[in-house]
């Protein structure tokens, strides 16, 4: 039997992070098992499914590289089949016309609540179809069966059960003619073939209802595996407020896939103690008995030293890409400077996130007007003006501008004032990146290049000419 697994998110919003989490898992699942992932945009909500939502499902997947065999699917283009099996389904009487008015509806609703009853549909139109014109508006709904109940083994929290009586004769139709949400779920499930349903543990209720459905129509019963929910760090429901986002919002602040995927297997699922998996690796040893049965909880910082260790992991290349990207993003002109591949090199193990490292970089590639303010009061001081001009001297004059040859001009500068190393070379750190942080200043200056270190420098003498403190 061939695996079959499906995403199908509704587009009412952005793809959040338990979304992604649930379409990783039923895509490594298939992918596991050389079986076929499909992507169904549940799109029959006219009201709140919007374009922009769709976008950005698709455009997360493609950046998550979580690709789909086939799809994406739209259930809007699918209404003539719903309607086709709901026609099938009133003639051999598995569902039913039910005529009853939104008004009759909410006074059975009031009176239950009174009672103290469980609201339920009472069936009144189950068997008959009293005092109503043919052309009366009608919704179907499905026939359930009043006895008995539905068992299934839910391959994550095992067997569940539920009660017929606990279920009504659900609306599959609406009034005006539109197929309701479970409804086409069970369509949709049957038409794919899909063999297991991976998704969220919030549509456990909809199982049963959804098997039963499945059970009228004589069609086979996929397994299902509900994943729990994510929370935030005090156990609410995960929002923004917890530094969660939607997936693109993470490319945008400088997330690498790799280590959201990394971050998105582990919350939940778990191989031992081993924390960093490649791709292949899960794929290889994803399964969903080890997925865990109670909620996790998003930590940000977890993920942000994910990011890091891909960051400081993948193949310098790679990550240079992912950081051009950025630079372009942020605008920094990379037409004259050193190649992004030795910043890369540089700063790999500092930064975080790419959109750190970018920010970091463009002093690279652009001059700036003014020096840290904090960075100059401290450095930029009378003092520092011999030490820069020494260095000043000796840097322009250096043919070989080699890592070496630049140290060796901070030491002589140093050892010539007789002053400790740092005497010079924290102010010519704020001179030539207007910071006073950046990674070793021999290798700093040597990537900013000889002409534009001696500008900065000139501008830093200046300044303390200027602005004696
Ligand atoms: N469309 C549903 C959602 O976005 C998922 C339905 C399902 O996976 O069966 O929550």
């Known amino acids: ?37 499909i992507l169904r945009i549940e799109d029959t909500d006219l009201e709140r499914s919007t374009p922009q939502a769709i976008n950005a499902i698709i455009d997360s997947m493609k950046w998550l590289k979580i690709d789909w065999d086939h799809g994406p699917y739209f259930q809007t283009k699918h209404f003539a089949r719903y309607n086709y099996i709901i026609n099938h389904m009133l003639k051999n009487g598995s569902a039913y016309k039910c005529y009853c008015s939104e008004k009759r509806l909410e006074e059975l609703r009031q009176n239950q609540m ?9 069936g009144r139109c189950r068997n008959s179809y009293e005092n109503h014109l043919s052309n009366d508006p009608y919704v179907v709904r ?7 109940s539905v068992i299934f083994n839910d391959l994550i929290r095992g067997t569940i059960q539920y009660s017929n009586t606990e279920l009504d004769d659900l609306i599959i139709r609406r009034t005006e003619g539109t197929p309701t949400y479970n409804f086409c779920v069970v369509v949709d499930d049957l038409d794919m073939k899909i063999t297991h349903v991976i998704r969220g543990e919030d549509h456990i209720n909809n199982t049963p209802r959804q098997i039963n459905i499945l059970k009228a129509l004589g ?8 994943v729990s929910m994510i929370m935030g760090y005090d156990g609410k429901n995960l929002s923004k407020r917890h530094g969660a986002v939607g997936v693109m919002q993470y490319r945008d602040d400088g997330f690498l896939p790799e280590a959201l995927l990394n971050y998105l297997v582990r919350l939940g699922w778990s191989y031992g103690n081993q924390e960093i998996f490649s791709l292949d690796e899960m794929k290889k040893l994803f399964n969903l008995e080890a997925i865990s049965k109670s909620a996790s909880s998003f930590d940000s910082k977890k993920l942000l030293w994910y990011n890091h260790v891909y960051i400081k992991n993948l193949p310098i290349d790679y990550i240079t890409k992912n950081l051009f990207w950025h630079m372009k993003h942020q605008g920094i002109d990379m037409s004259i400077g050193p190649p992004l591949t030795d910043l890369v090199k540089l700063f790999r193990e500092r930064c975080k996130t790419l959109k ?60 010539e004032l007789q002053v400790k190393i740092e005497k010079v070379s924290m102010p010519l750190r704020v001179a030539v990146t207007g910071t006073s942080q950046s990674p070793t200043i021999d290798m700093t200056i040597l990537a900013i290049g000889k002409l534009r270190s001696l500008k900065r420098i000139n501008m830093a003498l200046n300044f303390i000419a200027k602005y004696p403190i």
């Open 1 to 37: 039997m061939k695996i079959k697994t499906r995403f199908a998110p509704s587009p009412t919003g952005f793809l959040h992070i338990g979304g992604a989490r649930t379409a990783f898992y039923s895509w490594l699942f298939a992918r596991h098992h050389g079986g076929e992932f």
């Open 356 to 415: 750190e490292m970018a920010s970091n970089c463009y002093y690279f590639y652009q001059d700036f007007r003014e020096f840290e303010t904090k960075a100059a009061k401290t450095y930029l001081l009378p003092e520092a003006t011999k030490p820069l001009q020494i260095v000043r001297e000796k840097l322009s004059s250096l043919n070989n501008w080699t890592k070496e040859s630049v140290h060796d001009v901070i030491k002589q500068t140093a050892d």
């Open 142 to 148: 499905f026939r359930n069966p009043q006895e008995g």
């Open 219 to 226: 069609a086979p019963i996929p397994k299902y595996a509900h």
């Open 114 to 122: 009174i009672n103290g009853k469980k609201p339920r549909y009472d």
